[in-house]
């Protein structure tokens, strides 16, 4: 790979790191207000929800793919709830902290630190991942606003 190619995907890396940790934020004082019942629950849990799974989507893209995993594993708590209590906002907030500590690293945990993180974070039904071998699937790439253009226009300067 070019220098110059290199370098937009540190530029793009930085980005989704500064947008990442916006999301957070956004996060971080939506589940201080549900724990404390404060706030509009109704718009504010769709808000959180949204952010979470943009987190979600980009993360891998960008080398996060235990934040990906989380943000999964996360989703998959809030499911399996009814309703969330208090101490539920509490739990919420673990799995935040997790995403937090590593974007704020900057660093892709290792498959034992990814096993280590997600072993220490609350259980929900759903709790465990099968996977089948040699299955064909088809899959849909979603990425990030303008990230594809981005990396077409810097792409076209090197031909």
């Not at 110059?4 to 934020?25: G, N, P, S, T, Y």
């Not at 971080?28 to 808000?47: I, M, P, Q």
């Not at 034992?112 to 064909?136: D, F, H, M, Q, W």
Request: aromatic fraction near 6%.
């Amino acid at each position: 790979m070019s220098n110059e190619f290199e370098q937009m995907l540190a530029r793009l890396r930085a980005e989704f790191i500064d947008i990442c940790i916006d999301k957070l934020d956004f996060v971080d004082t939506a589940v201080t207000h549900f724990s404390k019942d404060k706030g509009r629950r109704g718009e504010n849990y769709l808000d959180v929800q949204r952010e979470i799974h943009s987190i979600k989507g980009s993360a891998g893209t960008h080398g996060f793919n235990s934040i990906s995993i989380i943000a999964h594993r996360l989703e998959d708590y809030v499911e399996s709830k009814r309703r969330l209590s208090a101490n539920d906002w509490q739990e919420v907030q673990k799995f935040v902290d997790a995403i937090r500590d590593i974007i704020e690293s900057r660093e892709e945990l290792d498959e034992a630190g990814i096993e280590k993180v997600l072993n220490a974070l609350p259980k929900g039904a759903y709790s465990t991942i099968e996977t089948k071998e040699g299955k064909k699937v088809t899959l849909l790439l979603v990425m990030q606003k303008n990230f594809q253009r981005k990396l077409i226009c810097i792409s076209s300067d090197l031909i």
